[in-house]
């Protein structure tokens, strides 16, 4: 099993900044790659960023490219997200998963370790 652990959310001003954190522990050497997701007004959970632990290839969901960077420490085993230029619609809980199949995955039913989310707000 792999624990996954989300920190750094809070209430930010429209262009401000914020850095989500997510620590693993348990059986990570089993993952293949970490994503940040959000929740949508449908209680569903969409795309935002990825990284593959090994390699650090990136992938991002097109309403973030420019704005977020994901990036990794492989010695504390903690992946972040750096979030700039913070917009109202990017309110949302963002959850932190990770997944054990090779790929850019980009569904949430493609992750098997999940976290219990951090909210975001983005005030106007």
């Known amino acids: 099993q792999v624990q996954l652990v989300e920190s750094g959310g809070g209430l930010v001003q429209t262009g401000g900044s914020l850095r989500l954190s997510c620590a693993a522990s348990?059986?990570?050497?089993?993952?293949?790659?970490v994503a940040w997701f959000r929740r949508t007004p449908a209680k569903e959970r969409d795309f935002v960023a990825l990284?593959?632990?090994?390699?650090?290839?990136?992938s991002y969901a097109d309403s973030v490219k420019g704005r977020f960077t994901i990036s990794r420490d492989n010695v504390r085993d903690t992946v972040y997200l750096q979030m700039n230029s913070l917009k109202p619609e990017d309110t949302s809980v963002y959850y932190c998963?990770?997944?054990?199949?090779?790929?850019?995955?980009?569904?949430?039913?493609?992750?098997?370790?999940w976290g219990q989310g951090t909210q975001v707000t983005v005030s106007s």
């Open positions: 998963a990770a997944s054990r199949k090779r790929g850019i995955l980009v569904y949430q039913a493609e992750y098997d370790y």
């Open positions: 348990g059986r990570t050497s089993g993952t293949y790659a």
């Open positions: 990284i593959v632990r090994s390699s650090g290839e990136t």
